[in-house]
């Protein structure tokens, strides 16, 4: 009977990092890149939340690479 109780009380410990881990945001990351495949640096880029309107705009780096941070989950009045 302990081992049962010891062993679901370890898996309600374990579980709890789980539930609180899951969000509806991300990071985008990308390469911005011409026709030909040559990258395109201090390209603006412009990254919009559908569900809330909001958006946020960055810029690519010399290799073309960009970073977009999470937008808000939810709209604000």
Known sequence: ???HILRV???GALSVPLV?????????VGTV????GAVIPAASIT?????TGQSRKVQ???QGR???TPLC???TP
């Open 73 to 75: 989950r939810t709209s």
């Open 60 to 62: 690519s780096n010399e």
């Open 20 to 28: 609180f881990g899951q969000t509806d945001a991300a990071r985008i």
């Open 66 to 68: 960009f970073l977009a």
């Open 47 to 51: 990254v919009l939340n559908e569900k």
């Open 33 to 36: 890149t011409d026709a030909t």
């Open 9 to 11: 009380s370890l898996f």
């Open 1 to 3: 009977m302990l081992n």
